[in-house]
């Protein structure tokens, strides 16, 4: 089945550094969603990319979504503490949705 | 709006027993679809509901189960439970069947001992 990777796994910051994950296919994706998942807590919607080369802006986030469609990456500027938690891109194909493996973000005050 | 309500939240079974996990979508949503939740494979599709017809099941045995109500409420069902069964279970429901948003309940964490 469909595979979406995402790099790294984790990653600990210092509050006020930036931070990146990235996702990864090797197929062409349809769209590509970003979650947010607190500590705890369950998947919350941030945003969907569905255009080539497609970026979008959420405040201190930054989405893209690759000119080929099969990779996308999301940025936090100047982390806060609040940003903790883990980060899933995930691909809807057909009517199914493929999650990826996740970057579980821990922000050092 | 209420939101994706699950029921219970929180279960501890024993090997070989079923349990039944209950979600209630968004009033007005009629998919619902269910994730298991692990931290080694992360969250994998179980099956996807609409107007009580079963659209997508994922890889996983016959012992996981589901079914939709007409009022849209969704159950699953596992059956002669493994230790590997323990996992969070989360419901996700979406306006329509295919919808491109999911909202997601606080899920249900089953440890099975």
């Known amino acids: 089945g469909q595979q979406v990777m995402q790099i790294p796994q984790y990653q600990h910051v210092q509050e006020g550094e930036d931070f990146t994950t990235y996702c990864n296919s090797s197929?062409?994706?349809?769209?590509i969603q970003w979650y947010k998942q607190r500590p705890g807590g369950h998947p919350v919607f941030l945003i969907q990319l569905v255009k080539s080369g497609e970026v979008k802006k959420q405040k201190r986030l930054t989405f893209q979504f690759g000119e080929a469609k099969k990779n996308s990456s999301l940025h936090i500027t100047a982390t806060q503490t609040t940003d903790v938690g883990t980060y899933f891109c995930a691909d809807q194909t057909g009517n199914q949705f493929y999650f990826g493996t996740g970057t579980s973000l821990t922000v050092i005050p | 709006k209420a939101g994706v309500t699950q029921t219970p939240r929180y279960l501890i079974k024993t090997r070989g027993q079923q349990v039944t996990l209950s979600c209630s979508p968004i009033s007005g949503h009629r998919s619902v679809s269910w994730y298991q939740q692990t931290p080694g494979q992360g969250l994998q599709f179980l099956f996807e509901y609409f107007s009580e017809t079963q659209r997508n099941k994922g890889n996983f045995p016959g012992r996981f189960s589901g079914r939709q109500f007409s009022n849209s409420r969704s159950e699953m069902n596992v059956s002669t439970l493994e230790l590997g069964d323990s996992a969070l279970y989360l419901c996700?429901?979406?306006?329509?069947?295919?919808?491109?948003?999911?909202?997601f309940g606080a899920g249900s964490r089953l440890t099975v001992l």
């Open positions: 996700a429901s979406s306006r329509t069947a295919g919808a491109n948003v999911l909202t």
């Open positions: 197929t062409t994706l349809s769209n």
